[in-house]
C-alpha cells in the first residue's frame, strides 16, 4: 500500500511565496520539503527561537534562530518570467521527460 503524501509540485531549492500567515508575501529557498507530513521549511522564514547546548562558539549556550517548518498549502512556487506565485502545470518535453511549467507564462521550471 502507498503512503498518502502530499500533493505537490514543490521541490527542494524551489523558489516560493508564502500565501498566509505571518510572513505572508515573503519569498524564499525550499531548503527542505516533507511530503508525508505535507511540510517544508524556507530558508530564513517563519524562524523560531531556540535553546542550543553549550558548544565550542557558544560555551554558555543559548538562544539560536531556526527555520521552522510549514505547511506546503501555505506556498506557491515563484515563477522567475512572472515574479511572483504562479500555478504550474506538467508539461510533456519532446524527449518524454516530464517537466513543470508556468500556466501563466509556460516558462519551464525543470532544468
Ligand atoms: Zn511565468
Redesign the pocket.
Known sequence: MAEKTEKTYIKKGDTVSVLTGKEKDKTGKVLMINTKKGTLVIEKLNLVKRHSRPSKAAPQGGIIEKEGSMKISNVNIV????NKP?RIKMNFLDDGKKVRA?V????ILDR
Not at 104 to 107: F, L, P, T, V, W
Open positions: 515563477c522567475e518570467k512572472c504562479v508556468c501563466k507564462c509556460g516558462e
